[in-house]
């Protein structure tokens, strides 16, 4: 039988801050064209997992395997173009303009030079119906516009997988639903996606599988619909019926 | 002899109009040059400074950064705790005494004005990179950048921006205080006053003049330092380019079968 290759292997990852444990022995695989999300309260360590797979924070213990290699050995400047992030706050670079945003990358890590790189953010910036918008600097848009960058900027880098790290939560309601179409015509599109949410729509309908963390470890990995239907771990159907 | 105060004003700058030009600009270039390599010296110890050292680094690199952090904490910490005119007599002298070497008046005053800048610019760099959101350094690690990257392209430009008032501080300070460097006898302002007045012994006319071309020069460079502010901070409105897709366009699915006729 021949095995599918994952994209991202994690082996035992741990995380300890100081003598708080916040990840305790977490692996899973992210396969081409996973849609995944994170679920679990608050403080379940949803995001440090993430964290962790950016290497933002180094993990305690464990390994994360990139096709099949140790991450930790290989040149972070890869590592990181082909696993690209999307943070809550958005992080836009504040000194530049949206264009130069999603070029900059582009031509420090990628060394393209600026027609492509130009061609190539100004391509997803229209993808996520930003292009109107290049010149613009960050501060002179609504939450909502500036995640949709955020996102353009993480796709000019040609990805592998993208990291979403709670996209949704810093944004006032009605500016949620333009990032989540973003990212469900995303999905369709057939990107290798990891989602920290707390949108469970997002959950239930777009991704191909659901992680449930809790406290630390993984408490349940499945479809979502049996997840969403039949969940079963007491704590899973704990949690969403309070937050369903 | 002149007999009013004004007269005397008239006087002094009648025979001593070019020296004070000259003074004028010395001081100017002093406090220049002084606040330009005084900031390139903070920048660099800032920088260096900010070097994340991760606990798994071998012992000689982490040794060796805790050493060059020690290092750098000393010449802060000695530049800021003493008298800049104190400084310039020490270097100045002991260069003379010790290593024999006879600096030119105005190098020596541009090398301690710098190096004194430095020492407080370190420390304005350091506090203008806390003040940039740690979330902008992560999304440049994020993308790939190394530190160097990311300091250069992405917290630097905006820490300095945060900066610019304390900047434009140290030049006016720079400006006013290279007149300590009398005693090494530059022939800055203050220097030039003293010899202006001497001459006729009339030093509150002397002086008069003196305090008039440093508040000229501190107020016009506090100015010049705000319309530069402004000008970093860039237009207030920005263009919109073509026609404004809308994000909700590009996603519509159509179900099966009902494909628009257009």
Redesign the interface.
Known sequence: MIEKQSILEIRHLKKDFGTHQVLKDISFSVFGGDVISIIGSSGSGKSTLLRCI???E?PTEGTILYRGKDAETLN??????KV??V?Q????????SVLANCT??QK???HRDGKEAEDKALYFL????????????PG?LSGGQKQ?V?IA??LA?DPEVLLFDEPTSALDPEMVG?VL??M??LA?GGLTMLVVTHEMSFARDVSSRVIFMDQGVIAEDGDPHEIFTAPKQPRTREFLSRIL | MPTTFWGWVSLLLEKYGPLFWNGTLYTMLIAISGTVIGFIIGLLVAIVRTIPV?P?ASIVKRWGMKLISFLLNVYIEVFRGTPMIVQAMVIYYGAMMYLGLRMQALGAAIFIISINTGAYMAEIVRGGIISV?K??K?????????HW?SML??VL??AV?NIMPSIGNEFVVNIKDSSVLNVISVSELFFIGKSAAGTYARYFEAFFIIAAIYFVLTFTVTRLLRLLEKKMD?GRN??????????????T?HPEGDVPND
């Open positions: 950016n290497f933002l180094e972070r400047a890869e590592y990181h173009s690209g992030m943070f706050s958005f992080n836009l670079f504040a000194n530049m900059a990358g420090l890590v990628l229209s993808k996520v119906g930003m292009d109107a918008y290049r010149n613009a600097r002179q949709r955020a900027r993480a880098m333009e179409s973003v469900r015509t369709e | 991760s798994k959101d979330g902008q992560e999304a440049a690690h994020a993308i790939g950048m190394t990257q392209h992405v430009p905006q921006r860039g920005y263009t919109i380019c073509g026609s404004q897709s809308d994000s909700e366009a590009t996603i699915i």
